[in-house]
């Protein structure tokens, strides 16, 4: 089994920065990616980067240029950089494995509100 735990979330005004942390725990076989999803009221959990396998991060381009992840892959450790926010990314951001094998694990989420 596998445990996911982000931290980092808070209130932040428009246009600063947060960093989230994701520490994974448990028995970790053959990881396919490590994301970073999110999901504000009234829409849908969406993706915002990950890293794959081979240490490549990929971004949707909503995020292109403004967040940055990263990780220790030797720590099980995984962070988001977000910068330039905006009210709009107002979200509970969530922390996901994929495993080669199996179903992806969710981490419980943490909120970030960016007031404009």
């Known amino acids: 089994q596998v445990q996911l735990v982000e931290s980092g979330g808070g209130l932040v005004q428009a246009g600063g920065s947060l960093t989230l942390t994701c520490a994974a725990s448990g028995n970790i076989l053959g990881v396919a990616s490590m994301d970073w999803y999110r999901q504000s009221p009234g829409n849908q959990r969406e993706l915002v980067a990950q890293i794959v396998m081979d240490g490549t991060p990929k971004y949707a381009d909503a995020f292109q240029g403004r967040f940055t992840i990263s990780r220790d892959a030797a720590k099980k450790t995984m962070w988001l950089r977000m910068n330039a926010l905006k009210p709009e990314d107002t979200a509970i951001y969530y922390c996901?494995?994929?495993?080669?094998?199996?179903?992806?694990?969710w981490g419980q989420g943490t909120q970030v509100t960016v007031s404009g």
């Open positions: 996901s494995l994929l495993p080669v094998f199996g179903n992806r694990f």
